[in-house]
């Protein structure tokens, strides 16, 4: 944004201020010597300039690619700082650093073309635009003395040397400028090329925010044809407001057009905890991607409560800058939980519930430091479910939330849950969590529809720790589960 810029501003030194001296010039030297000596010149520019434009490389083109490069070279180097902590325990440096170098070969190589193409087009254009246009210019000074109205002139002047020399001097100074002129304007087509490409990006941007906030998005659909066959489109459904979750005929379809689901419907009211089981990929996490409008409603309707009524909770919770009060109470602020008449004592015993005391004491409310390196993997999860008790929603998906907690913390904080009267909706591969819900929504890959929902049946003798690891994927062992 800011090259584009700084190439928009210097629109005036290169096009505007020369094209105004052009105009002063050539009508000056027109007055002097008619207009054969100025036309002169700025046909030869005008030849030239056509000759540049067929023979100049494409540096707006060139241009962009840099950026797009540099961009890809900057995210790399952001995802390893992001997630540099995962990539130390898989020993993934080697790899990692490979994958940079590559992106920076990648840059080195496009600037090495950028810079070969504009020191030989720059040869060219420097040789044509200054040599020849004062060459050209040269040629029409003479005009006066040598050309075919050269009797008249001598005429006028007589022999007077001093005259004759006083009138090439003037003339000359006025073709340099008007040479400089038409010369800046010539020269200026790569920096309109850059220009061109800078705002090829920015329109690019702008394009995306425009489609952000009108709620649009552009994408290229993976499988077009499955879809036009399905009747299907983004944004073709309909989500209205309720107080339950309904899917009515929704299909669960990628942003790119992949079909996970071609069509489920069902009903989640108040008090209905459902457990969502399947194997990796089937579109268990997909399911709230589309509950949560992160994903376009490709058809059919869905129902779904207001703001803060549906609560997701991730793998990894997500934790902001702040205090580490503004932890347990994000995204409200402080101001905002006072007016809802919550204290720091009412904070400390919801952290009590997911049994985070001791971290309370140690930091204090006011502490502002890190928490993403700061917090475990399983303080991270409890901080969110004690986000959870603080915000109490209707509605609450829990997407693998307690993957990093021990099984009677989870097992406390589930039950804490429905003591609130929070709906549950849980995708977790642990077996003891089953016992919280009341209902089964299997994921199936083997099933026409894709998709089975029942009520949860788990057998008396039912030992979690004794299952089979694919048992939560299937609902079916020896022990009944």
Known sequence: MSEWGKSLSGLYSNITKPTLDIIIFSRKLAEIMGWRGPLSLILYSLGTGVLIRLISPSFGSLTAALERLEGAFQGAHNRI??????????????REKDVINGKFDAIVDHLRDFHRSSFLFGIFDGFMVKYGAFLVGYAVLGLPVFGPDSDKYIKEVGQDASAITRDYIRNSSLLISLAEAIGRIVMSHKKLQNLAGFTTLVA??????????????????????????????????????????VFDKVPIVTPNGDVLIEQISMIIDRG??????????????????????????????????????????????????????????????????????????????????????????REGWNASRN???????????????????????????????????????????YNHSKELNISLITISHRPSLWKY???????????????ILEPMKIDENFNPSACSPLCNLTFQCSLGC
């Open 81 to 94: 700082i992001t997630c540099s902590e995962e990539i130390a325990f898989y020993g993934g440096h080697d």
């Open 204 to 245: 690019e941007l702008q394009e995306v925010l425009t489609d952000l906030d009108q709620g649009k998005y552009v994408r290229e659909m993976v499988d077009g044809n499955k879809l036009q066959e399905l009747n299907l489109k983004p944004y073709a459904g309909k989500v209205i407001l309720g107080d339950r979750i």
């Open 272 to 361: 209905m905890n459902l457990m969502i089981v399947g194997p990796n990929g089937c579109g268990k996490s997909s399911l709230f991607r589309v509950l949560g409008e992160l994903w376009p409603l490709f058809s059919g309707q869905l129902t779904k409560p207001s703001g803060r009524n549906l609560f997701y909770i991730p793998q990894k919770p997500y934790l902001s800058q702040g205090t580490f009060r503004d932890q347990v109470i994000y995204p409200d602020c402080y101001k905002e939980m006072i007016k809802k008449g919550v204290s720091d004592d009412d904070l400390a015993d919801l952290l009590e519930q997911v049994k985070l005391t001791p971290l309370l004491q």
């Open 371 to 413: 928490w993403s390196d700061v917090l475990s993997g399983g303080e991270k999860q409890r901080m969110a479910m004690a986000r959870l008790f603080y915000h109490k929603p209707a509605f609450a998906i829990l997407d693998e939330c307690t993957s990093a907690v021990s099984v009677d913390v989870e097992g406390y904080m």
């Open 437 to 451: 819900h009341d209902f089964k929504l299997q994921f199936t890959r083997g099933d026409p529809k894709g998709w």
